[in-house]
């Protein structure tokens, strides 16, 4: 490939790789300099051009005169986007590519999916939140939902040169907005709920809407002929969703109603579809409802119902949604994600049916995030713990105390509380406090094995913690 074919630059000199990162710049590269949050790649044109670079894509004006083509763009994102689908060759041609959009539920069903074509035979690829995998195998940790449009596409070249015939994705409202996933053509998308969350970037919830809706303008847009979208009809914005898309899709509603006998435990969910028993190991309805969304897609594709519903009973677990830690001590601990007030409840609701003694709740709210929801969260945890230990998540370059303040707000009137800043002492006070048949809920990080204090960013599992300190209290 040359420039011309790449950029619609006036050039036939020929293009190596694409890449944003100017250390790995080899002679025959274009380099993309991209503005980011703590790195400006505008910094280091002279370094990717003094190692060969062909040619420079950035948003700024040139600051001189370079010895190769310098292309100014309105939007990176976009930039990079277009240009992977050139150079890659459009691989998402090559798969039945399932995207998962909405504010939770996207890594469970991930997981379900990988399960169910797993064990119907069909070679599948997942990226999302925890990490990108490839047949099964890892293949990276995730730093973002979806990836730059760079790396997902070198990621979805590697996918097909694999033999990949299913990817599944986590899409996120950020990459629909900086349109990171710009030409991919997905034949089906999944949508799960819209709750409060991300305001922080879309600033209001209509535009938080506005970019989860792009996923099926999309379907409807590429070039293939399946166009199918699974929406929430329990969800009000998944009924926006199917008025709007309803002449333009093949559009199924998913909804609890179509599941019957069900019975929950804190062993999974028994249920019955279409006539056939079927079982999840993750808790509460809410992944029940998941699994009809895992359902409903493999079937889209061609898997047998009785296959489905053996992968969906073959999946032990997702990391760090209502993980359960359990070293034989006489009570219960549970690892979550929760991150929203949406999120905290439904972890609640899910719990309470078993609940024989104490609630004891740790968390805390993300630094240089939406600050909106932490009062909402701080009261959701007071009105449904006995104990509420609030702490450090990743507060960033964000002072702790102001979080802490934040979050404080929503407690007025109740006293059930107290402030441990650091996480690991936090975990330990909880499980301290717990009795026989008591319940600690950690939530916040989840899957997460890192926190981020300021500008470092330290080594920290919830789940390793709790487990070296109840080997501590003498459980192993």
Same mark, same amino acid.
């Given at each position: ?15 190596? !790789? ?78 039945? /590519? ?15 999916l990988e399960s169910i074509f797993k064990e119907a035979g069909v070679p599948v690829s997942v990226i999302g939140t ?62 799960? *709920? ?15 809407? @506005?970019?989860? %809706? ?12 399946? @166009? ?20 333009r899709l093949k559009i199924f509603e998913c909804s609890l109603s179509e599941t019957s006998d069900i019975k929950e ?15 999840? *190991?993750?808790?509460?309805?809410? *992944? ?13 594709y061609g898997v047998d119902l009785p296959s489905a519903l053996r992968g969906l009973a073959a999946l032990k677990g /997702? ?22 007030? !949406? ?5 609640? !609701? ?17 630094? %240089? ?14 009105? *449904? ?92």
């Amino acid at each position: 490939m040359n420039l011309r074919e790449l950029l619609n630059i006036d050039s036939d000199v020929a293009v190596g !790789e694409i890449t944003q990162n100017s250390k790995i710049v080899v002679p025959g590269d274009v380099f993309f300099a991209v503005k980011g949050s703590k790195v400006d790649g505008n910094d280091y044109i002279d370094d990717a051009v003094s190692k060969g670079a062909v040619a420079v894509v950035s948003t700024e004006p040139a600051k001189k005169d370079y010895p190769v083509p310098y292309l100014r763009v309105d939007d990176i994102d976009f930039a990079m986007a277009d240009a992977a689908v050139k150079f890659y060759k459009n691989p998402s041609k090559a798969f039945f /590519v399932i995207g998962v959009t909405g504010t939770k539920g996207k890594t469970s069903i991930t997981y379900m999916l990988e399960s169910i074509f797993k064990e119907a035979g069909v070679p599948v690829s997942v990226i999302g939140t925890i990490n990108y995998r490839i047949n099964g195998e890892v293949f990276s940790k995730a730093p973002n939902t979806t990836p730059a449009a760079l790396y997902l596409y070198y990621m979805l070249d590697e996918m097909r040169r694999r033999g990949t015939k299913v990817l599944v994705m986590e899409v996120s409202s950020h990459a629909l907005e900086l349109r990171r996933v710009h030409g991919i053509e997905f034949d089906l998308g999944i949508f799960t *709920n819209l709750q409060r969350d991300h305001l922080d970037f879309h600033k209001t919830f209509e535009n938080y809407f @506005k970019a989860k %809706e792009k996923l099926f303008t999309s379907i409807v847009e590429n070039g293939k002929n399946t @166009k199918t979208a699974l929406v929430n009809s329990d969800d009000e914005y998944g009924g926006r969703l199917i008025k709007d898309f309803k002449d333009r899709l093949k559009i199924f509603e998913c909804s609890l109603s179509e599941t019957s006998d069900i019975k929950e435990s804190l062993n999974g969910v028994d249920f019955n579809y279409a006539g056939r028993a079927g079982h999840i *190991n993750l808790l509460g309805r809410h *992944n029940l409802h998941n699994a009809l969304f895992a359902l409903r897609a493999a079937l889209a594709y061609g898997v047998d119902l009785p296959s489905a519903l053996r992968g969906l009973a073959a999946l032990k677990g /997702v990391p760090g949604r209502m993980e359960r830690i359990d070293c034989g001590q006489p009570f219960y601990v549970f690892v979550d994600f929760a991150y929203t007030t !949406e999120s905290m409840l439904r972890a609640y !609701e899910t719990l309470n049916p078993y609940k024989r003694g104490n609630i004891i709740t740790v968390f805390g709210c993300g630094g %240089e995030r939406d600050a909106t929801k932490r009062p909402f969260m701080g009261l959701a945890a007071a009105q *449904n713990s006995s104990h509420v230990i609030i702490t450090n998540d990743n507060p960033r370059r964000e002072e702790p105390e102001n979080i802490f303040k934040d979050i404080l707000k929503g407690l007025s009137g109740y006293t059930n509380y107290q402030v441990i800043p650091d996480r690991g002492q936090a975990v330990k006070a909880g499980l301290r406090l717990c009795g026989e048949q008591d319940i600690l809920l950690i939530t916040g990080k989840g899957h997460e094995d890192y926190q981020i204090l300021g500008n470092t960013t330290i080594p920290f599992s919830d789940q390793n913690t709790a487990k070296e300190l109840l080997g501590e209290l003498g459980y192993k």
